[in-house]
């Protein structure tokens, strides 16, 4: 298993710029997990290191040699696909073994190779059929028995369980974790799905119109996000965003007010907020956003804003229960729910009703506040 380093890479598809200068370190080892909306480029990125992409600028070095340039097959990469591509007219076994017969090895490590992966992936059974007698999760458990067989320095996936029904889908996260223990190799691994990159991810690259936003752990993501898409992106429901305006600052302390805020007496109390001590202080006036997870809401009187509202949707998951809020002219915005509803998650079971009454409150100790774009505040404690 090797390292990765990815140095300022950038990709171009006519006058098009797919990729923009790209620098990512990767630990030999490391599932490093790429995430971003459709088009951010994730998909261009693995496959330039795969070498199914030329690269415009940069260069791509795996254990510290530069394979940018050199054939896909030379490269000590292995990936595996969406769609599986597996050849229809092989069996399980002739697939597996297909890369290390085309490179001449011989038929006992061969032999040996396949049968090492299938009892890795627990498809013994299935090594004399074709691909299409085989379910999906089989179909993609040979995809990556493929990729194991040629020991390869680095794995590639790109979204390898999306085309798989959710409960196979979460199996699978769990069984490429295992996978990933069990080989020690340095994976990297493209999805659209958050919480395939929460749950399997030692680090997250998050990119959005082919530049990198931010790189971390899953939860230093979650909890100290640098940018307010970062902030969005990461946690299901998403962060609330409410647009706020600072009413005046003291040191690093500013005062927030929030358009239809008011608790009906005329004047709704201000939101005091701790910033980051390297953060700009926001003059009076200017416009802010205050982010609060779902998750995070308080319950009962005390500092803050109080939100009340009504029930508009609840979702009971079993044990928890997701409440979406209508807090009338107040709205979230650039929220999940089209309407601006406020998402909040209750680690309880609720007998609510659409049209219920709810008031629920925002601790300032509990937000996350952005100038715009650029994180300038994060809750004292995001578990708190
Ligand atoms: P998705 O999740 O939808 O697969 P992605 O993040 O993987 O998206 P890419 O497939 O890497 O996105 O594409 C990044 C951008 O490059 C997109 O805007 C896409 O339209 C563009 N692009 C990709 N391939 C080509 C190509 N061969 N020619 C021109 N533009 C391309």
């Known amino acids: 298993?090797?390292?990765?380093?990815?140095?300022?890479?950038?990709?171009?598809?006519?006058?098009?710029?797919?990729?923009?200068?790209?620098?990512?370190?990767?630990?030999?080892?490391?599932?490093?997990?790429?995430?971003?909306?459709?088009?951010?480029?994730?998909?261009?990125?693995?496959?330039?290191?795969?070498?199914?992409?030329?690269?415009?600028?940069?260069?791509?070095?795996?254990?510290?040699?530069?394979?940018?340039?050199?054939?896909?097959?030379?490269?000590?990469?292995?990936?595996?696909?969406?769609?599986?591509?597996?050849?229809?007219?092989?069996?399980?076994?002739?697939?597996?073994?297909?890369?290390?017969?085309?490179?001449?090895?011989?038929?006992?490590?061969?032999?040996?190779?396949?049968?090492?992966?299938?009892?890795?992936?627990?498809?013994?059974?299935?090594?004399d059929k074709k691909p299409k007698a085989l379910s999906g999760g089989q179909k993609q458990r040979v995809a990556i028995g493929r990729a194991i067989t040629r020991s390869p320095e680095v794995f590639l996936f790109d979204e390898p369980l999306s085309n798989l029904d959710a409960a196979l889908r979460s199996?699978?996260?769990?069984?490429?974790?295992?996978?990933?223990?069990?080989?020690?190799?340095?994976?990297?691994?493209v999805t659209h799905d958050q919480t395939e990159a929460m749950t399997m991810a030692s680090r997250i690259v998050v990119l959005r119109d082919g530049e990198v936003e931010q790189i971390g752990s899953p939860l230093e993501l979650y909890n100290r996000p640098a940018r307010r898409f970062v902030a969005g992106f990461l946690g299901s429901p998403r962060m609330n965003f409410i647009q706020a305006r600072v009413r005046s600052s003291t040191g690093r302390i500013v005062s927030l007010d929030a358009p239809h805020l008011d608790t009906g007496a005329g004047n709704a109390p201000s939101l005091d907020i701790t910033l980051a001590p390297d953060a700009a202080v926001p003059a009076p006036g200017a416009p802010v956003v205050v982010g609060i997870r779902p998750e995070a809401f308080a319950d009962g009187a005390g500092v803050g804003w109080q939100l009340?509202?009504?029930?508009?949707?609840?979702?009971?998951?079993?044990?928890?229960?997701?409440?979406?809020?209508?807090?009338?002219?107040?709205?979230?915005?650039?929220?999940?729910?089209?309407?601006?509803?406020?998402?909040?998650?209750?680690?309880?079971?609720?007998?609510?009703?659409?049209?219920?009454?709810?008031?629920?409150?925002?601790?300032?100790?509990?937000?996350?506040?952005?100038?715009?774009?650029?994180?300038?505040?994060?809750?004292e404690r995001a578990d708190d």
Not at 172 to 182: D, N, S, V, W, Y
Not at 345 to 355: E, F, K, L, W
Not at 361 to 375: G, K, M, N, S, T
Request: proline share 3%; charged share 20%; hydrophobic share 45%.
């Open 1 to 127: 298993m090797a390292t990765l380093d990815i140095r300022n890479l950038d990709k171009h598809y006519g006058a098009f710029h797919a990729l923009r200068d790209i620098n990512v370190g990767i630990e030999s080892g490391e599932f490093l997990v790429l995430v971003g909306p459709s088009g951010c480029g994730k998909s261009t990125l693995l496959r330039a290191i795969a070498g199914l992409e030329s690269v415009s600028g940069g260069q791509i070095l795996i254990g510290g040699r530069d394979i940018s340039r050199i054939e896909p097959f030379d490269r000590g990469v292995a990936m595996v696909f969406q769609n599986y591509a597996l050849y229809p007219h092989m069996t399980v076994r002739q697939n597996m073994g297909f890369a290390l017969k085309v490179a001449r090895q011989p038929k006992a490590v061969i032999d040996a190779a396949v049968q090492r992966a299938a009892e890795i992936l627990r498809i013994e059974a299935q090594l």
């Open 308 to 379: 009340n509202g009504t029930v508009a949707v609840v979702e009971s998951l079993g044990r928890d229960t997701l409440l979406y809020i209508d807090t009338g002219p107040l709205r979230a915005f650039d929220s999940e729910s089209l309407e601006g509803y406020f998402a909040v998650h209750r680690t309880r079971q609720m007998d609510a009703r659409h049209g219920d009454a709810v008031s629920v409150r925002i601790d300032p100790r509990h937000v996350y506040l952005f100038d715009d774009e650029r994180a300038i505040a994060w809750p």
């Open 171 to 189: 199996q699978m996260r769990i069984e490429l974790g295992r996978l990933h223990a069990q080989l020690g190799a340095t994976m990297v691994y």
